[in-house]
Structure formats: structure tokens, C-alpha cells
């Protein structure tokens, strides 16, 4: 197991650098420049210039490329233009306000999407199995930045039941968390009905039912637990899409996460930040990924045996 967490820890260097290459170019192709943020059109060229070679702006692609991995290598993130403060340090802020976003939506998805999932497959062409069904096409289909505006006109606006912005309650996650969550929860109980559906037919669920278990025991003990293996690796890629998806969330509610932060940056092309915050998501999707597959160790001997 230890070989195989140390391989997949490698295997994360060329996808980072692809991330840091992939950022790093699309920035600097990008039309404009910082400089005209930050001094205004009526900047002297002496001023100009001064500021363009303070931040390191003044080098060619692969110049300035290659001091950018360096600074990498060091733990240098870069500096913020707008407020000097190091990169990291922001992200430090507001990287767990995002991490608590995507897990409320995560448990929230994980939840009802496991619930509606298993009542639709043991219930499989009733009512509430076409209900479910039409509901997750729904969720699947509905983008989260037009859920959360119906969420926030109805719940905010209209009912004024819970806030339309900030972080500092518990209220003002529920909103946000549902709306990012909604297209999560439908795909992980599409994967739970299909799953339940292939297991629930197998042999042995029929000898455990024939052996007088309740049906309690046998859908969540014998029947779950076998059909949790690809409910586990969706679970595992939401979350990851999650982290980065909460851009447009953390936007109309407001949130000081890393989304929203990056949202700022790009409009400001504060290019260290952007790279900074997209470097941040890049490796927890992929350390969630890892972890998903170790996951997959320890519910099913099988795929334990195959890491040895």
C-alpha cells in the first residue's frame, strides 16, 4: 500500500507542472496589462516601467516561466500586486472557507443522493422511482449559478428565511451548499440506483433473504456496501470538481474563498493569485483522488489485493 501511495504521489509532479504550464500561459497571453490596474491610464512610463520590473514583468515567456517554477520549488507563491501580502498567505485565508462550502455540499449530496438512490432502487419502476429519476435530470441539467439565484430570490429575497451573503454563521452556508451540491447529489444517486440495481439481482442477496435478515440489513449491509465501489469514485470526483467549481457560488453569495478570490484577481489580472488559486485546486483534486482510491482498498478486498 505504502508503494502505491508513494507511485501515485509521483505521478502528481508532471500533472502539477502541466497545471503550472497550462496557467502560467493562458496568463500571459491574456490581453492587458497589470500595470494599467494598478497606476491608471495617467502613470508616468518612468513609473511604468519601474513597477513592470519590480513584479517581474519585464522578462520574455520562458524567462519569466522559468523564475516562476524557481519561486515554486521555494515555496514562493509570488506577491499579491494589489496588496503585496505573499500568495500563500491568502490562499491560506480563504482556502478553508472553500473546503467548508464543498464539504457542506458534499455531505449534503452524499446524503440525499444516497437516500433517493437506494429508495429508488428497491422501488424500482413505482412513483417514487420516476420522481426521483425526473428530479436528478433536473439537478444534473440545472447549472449551480442559476440554482443558487433561485435559491437566494426565494429564500433571501422573497421568504428572507436565511442570509443572501457572508460566512460567518452556519446560515449563510446552507444556501451556497445546496446549490453547489444539487448537480452532485443527482449524479451520485443515478450511480447509487445503478448500482443497487446490479447488486440486488446477485445470488447471495437472495440467500440473505432467504435466510429470514430483514430487508434493512440486507439493502444497507450486503446490497450497499457491494455497490459502493463506483458511488465512491463519483463521491470522490465531485468533491474535487467541488473545490473548483465553487468559483461562481462563492461569487453571488459573496464568500471570501478561493473562488471568489480568484474572480477578483482575474478581473484585476492579478496573475499570481490566479496561479496561485488554481495550483491550490489542482493538487486537492488530485490528493482526493488518491485518497479515493485507497478508499477503494478498504471496501473491497479485491482491489486491496491488487496493491500489494
Given amino acids: 500500500?505504502?508503494?502505491?501511495?508513494?507511485?501515485?504521489?509521483?505521478?502528481?509532479?508532471?500533472?502539477?507542472?502541466?497545471?503550472?504550464?497550462?496557467?502560467?500561459?493562458?496568463?500571459?497571453?491574456?490581453?492587458?496589462?497589470?500595470?494599467?490596474?494598478?497606476?491608471?491610464?495617467?502613470?508616468t512610463p518612468?513609473?511604468?516601467?519601474?513597477?513592470?520590473?519590480?513584479l517581474g514583468l519585464n522578462g520574455g515567456y520562458f524567462?519569466?516561466?522559468?523564475?516562476?517554477?524557481?519561486?515554486l520549488l521555494r515555496g514562493d507563491m509570488g506577491i499579491c500586486y494589489s496588496t503585496r501580502q505573499n500568495v500563500a498567505t491568502r490562499i491560506a485565508q480563504t482556502f478553508p472557507n472553500t473546503v467548508k462550502l464543498a464539504s457542506f455540499a458534499v455531505a449534503f449530496a452524499v446524503v440525499f443522493g444516497l437516500?433517493?438512490?437506494?429508495?429508488?432502487?428497491?422501488?424500482?419502476?413505482?412513483?417514487?422511482?420516476?420522481?426521483?429519476?425526473?428530479?436528478?435530470?433536473?439537478g444534473i441539467s440545472m447549472p449551480s449559478f442559476w440554482c443558487g439565484l433561485l435559491l437566494m430570490l426565494l429564500?433571501?429575497?422573497?421568504?428572507?428565511?436565511?442570509?443572501?451573503?457572508?460566512?460567518?454563521?452556519?446560515?449563510?452556508?446552507?444556501l451556497p451548499g445546496i446549490?453547489?451540491?444539487?448537480?452532485?447529489?443527482?449524479?451520485?444517486?443515478?450511480?447509487?440506483?445503478?448500482?443497487?440495481?446490479?447488486?440486488?439481482?446477485q445470488d447471495y442477496i437472495s440467500t440473505a433473504r432467504a435466510k429470514g435478515l430483514s430487508e434493512f440489513k440486507v439493502v444497507t449491509v450486503h446490497a450497499l456496501k457491494n455497490a459502493l465501489i463506483p458511488v465512491i469514485t463519483t463521491i470522490g470526483m465531485q468533491f474535487g470538481l467541488l473545490l473548483g467549481g465553487a468559483v461562481l457560488i462563492e461569487s453571488i453569495f459573496a464568500i471570501p474563498g478561493v473562488g471568489k478570490m480568484m474572480v477578483d484577481a482575474i478581473?484585476?489580472?492579478?496573475?499570481?493569485?490566479?496561479?496561485?488559486?488554481?495550483?491550490?485546486?489542482?493538487?486537492?483534486?488530485?490528493?482526493?483522488?488518491?485518497?479515493?482510491?485507497?478508499?477503494?482498498?478498504?471496501?473491497d478486498p479485491r482491489v486491496r489485493s491488487q496493491y500489494k
Fill in 1 to 43: 500500500m505504502l508503494k502505491y501511495i508513494a507511485r501515485r504521489l509521483l505521478m502528481l509532479i508532471p500533472v502539477l507542472l502541466g497545471v503550472i504550464l497550462l496557467v502560467f500561459s493562458l496568463m500571459y497571453i491574456t490581453p492587458g496589462d497589470p500595470v494599467d490596474s494598478l497606476l491608471g491610464d495617467n502613470a
Fill in 46 to 54: 518612468e513609473a511604468r516601467e519601474a513597477l513592470r520590473e519590480e
Fill in 63 to 71: 524567462e519569466r516561466f522559468f523564475n516562476y517554477v524557481v519561486r
Fill in 115 to 138: 437516500t433517493f438512490g437506494i429508495v429508488s432502487a428497491i422501488r424500482q419502476y413505482s412513483i417514487i422511482d420516476n420522481i426521483v429519476m425526473s428530479i436528478s435530470m433536473i
Fill in 155 to 174: 429564500f433571501c429575497v422573497k421568504l428572507k428565511w436565511l442570509p443572501a451573503s457572508g460566512f460567518d454563521s452556519f446560515s449563510c452556508v446552507i
Fill in 179 to 201: 446549490a453547489l451540491g444539487v448537480n452532485s447529489a443527482a449524479s451520485i444517486a443515478r450511480m447509487t440506483r445503478s448500482g443497487m440495481l446490479e447488486v440486488i439481482r
Fill in 267 to 299: 478581473k484585476s489580472r492579478n496573475y499570481p493569485v490566479v496561479q496561485g488559486g488554481v495550483l491550490v485546486i489542482a493538487l486537492s483534486f488530485c490528493l482526493v483522488n488518491l485518497v479515493v482510491d485507497i478508499l477503494y482498498a478498504y471496501v
